[in-house]
Structures are given as C-alpha cells and as structure tokens.
C-alpha cells in the first residue's frame, strides 16, 4: 500500500494499491498540524488494504491549504 | 480461473538486467563524467504488470510502516549519506514508539519543513498507535522502517534494500505494509 502525491510516477510502476493526493513531497500524509487531513489520508490507504488488489489508484481530494502553509 | 492477476512470482522491476544497463550507459556514467545529475536521460523504472494479492482484515493483521524520509535515530544511528549523488541504499529500523524528538532527519531532496513542524506528515507514528488502540489496526510491526529515498540505482533497490526490508518483515511476521515516499 502506498501513499504518494505524484501521480504520473507512481502509475509508472504499477503498484497494486495506491492513494494519490494533491500535496507535496514532503507531506505525503497532509498538511503539519491538520490532524483531521491526516486522519482521512491514513484512513483512506488502510481502507484499501482491506481490498483485492489490484485496485485502480484511490484519487484524493486532498490538497494545500494556503493559510496553513504560506509560500 | 485465477482471481488474482499476475498471481505468483512477479519482477519488482521488470526487465531489470535491461533497466540495470541502460542506467549505467546512460545517467549514471553520465554523472561520472560531468558530475552533473541530468535527469532528462534518466530511465525511469515502468512496470506493465501489477500483483494481485488478497485483502487483509486489518483489525486481525500486523502492519508495517516504511517511510523514504530518510529518518533515523539522532546520536544513535549513523545518518543516511544524503548528499551523496549516487544514494544510500541502506536502511535503519527504529521502534514504532519512539518519540519524534528522538529522531532526525537525513534526505537532501525534499523541503524539511513540513516533517520539522510535524513529522506525522511522513511518520504518522502517535496516529497508527491510535488506530491500533482503537483495535482497528490488529497489531503494528514492532519496528519502522526507514530510508533515504533518494536511490536512482533501481536495481540496487531491488538487490539490497527490498531482500533487507523483506527479512525484516518476515522476521515481524508482517502482514501488510504501509509504504510513503518522500
């Protein structure tokens, strides 16, 4: 089971299960200090493991919040 | 009829005699030569084949955290060789317990700042302890996991870092792991 957030790379080596987010290197499990964003992350890879794989990458809508990260 | 696809032995990397020759004729003696990393001609690794593997009842199963972020134990543990152009391709074991400010940092290729300010972000330790005590996690590894990520000999990956993550899980008795890139 694996965590990332780089799409195009993780497809390449066809893993069997995969959660794929809209953050950063860096902060593959969510954003510091959103514990909540972090909760549905994990929650979400550990669902999939409960799965048959292989299983089509699991797309969140999880992302970067500007005023919890300001550039 | 198989239920599971490509069920059995499956290469971790394909064609890794292939890969393994165009990597060294390509980027690697490239950087030899220049002593500059062009990942424009870096062959990334593609598989076409996908494993298929039965789900597990996580509430009855041991998991095991692996995590690329290079994490190690400070002032116990030798750092990863995190600005070595080539990689580190060995790994460090830590308890799942440990506290985080027990722990340090090695890997020149992402922006610390973030597991500085909360190294859940690439260690969810105190989470999984949660979800294991809620009874939703059967029983975590006893040990994480760890490496530097930066390894752009994929077939050394193959070679010594999987076989020595492999004997640990066995030793574990693992059931599943949790692997996250950095």
């Known amino acids: 089971m694996v965590v990332a957030w ?49 299983l089509e990458p699991a797309y969140l809508d999880e992302g970067i919040e500007e005023s919890r990260n300001p550039t | 009829m198989d239920e599971y696809p490509n069920k059995g032995m499956i290469e971790v990397l394909e064609n890794k005699a292939q890969w393994s020759e165009e990597f060294r004729a390509g980027w690697l003696a490239h950087r030899k030569e220049t002593g500059i990393s062009n990942w424009r001609i870096y062959n990334r690794p593609v598989n076409t084949l996908t494993p298929g593997l039965p789900g597990i009842k996580l509430s009855e199963s041991r998991l095991l955290l692996i995590s690329s972020a290079g994490a190690y134990l400070a002032g116990r543990q030798k750092p990863y060789d995190a600005a070595s152009a080539y990689g580190d391709y060995s790994i460090r074991t830590f308890p799942v317990s440990t506290p985080f400010e027990a722990l340090a940092f090695a890997h020149d290729h992402y922006d610390h700042d973030f597991v500085d300010r909360d190294p859940q972000v690439a260690l969810p330790l105190r989470h999984l302890e949660q979800i294991e005590a809620d009874g939703n996690i059967g029983r975590l590894a006893p040990s994480v996991i760890s490496f530097m990520g930066y390894q752009p000999d994929s077939a050394r990956v193959v070679d010594e870092v999987i076989p020595e993550i492999v004997s640990h899980a066995q030793a574990d008795n693992v059931h599943a792991a949790l692997l996250a890139p950095t």
């Open chain 1, 6 to 54: 780089n799409a195009g790379l993780i497809r390449l080596v066809s893993t069997p299960r995969v959660v794929i987010t809209q953050l950063s290197r860096g902060m593959v499990f969510g954003q510091p200090g959103d514990v909540a964003q972090q909760h549905r992350i994990l929650n979400k890879a550990l669902e999939l493991l409960e799965q048959d794989a292989p």
